[in-house]
């Protein structure tokens, strides 16, 4: 539906990036996030969940434990697909009983299980470093991400509403 790229210069920037789409995030909004590893993928999770109003202390990437959900201004499911090798892997973890029940899903290394994210889904590639920027490129896939795309631009812009 829709594709933006913003720029970072550094993980602070990054966070705050993520805290703009955190504050607008709504229940039943997914986001799908993509990268290599270093690529910055943990430090944008931690902005939105400080942006839904959960403390950066307790976001660290689900690397181990595939899934936790944490409680702000809305319910937030967090999950790391990196260690899966396929959508059997994750059928077993409850992922999608908490994907599509109450509050937002945040998912790292979206792209590693097909089936992962729904089809009006918001997807975030955070690119490769070059000369201290890094480019995200996002893509809404339907109605409803891309109000959350269209939200999360005016928010970045200081028009809330």
Known sequence: MGTVSFSSSSPAETRALGEALGRVLQEGDFIGLVGE???GKTELARGIARGV??????????TFAIVHQHHGRIPLTHADLYRLTGSADLDGTGFHELRDGPGATLVEWVDRVPGAAPPDALRIVLGEPAEDRRELVVTASGPRSGHLLERWKDELLGRSG
């Open 37 to 39: 590893l270093g690529a």
């Open 53 to 62: 109003g959960i403390r950066d202390e307790d976001v660290t990437s689900p």
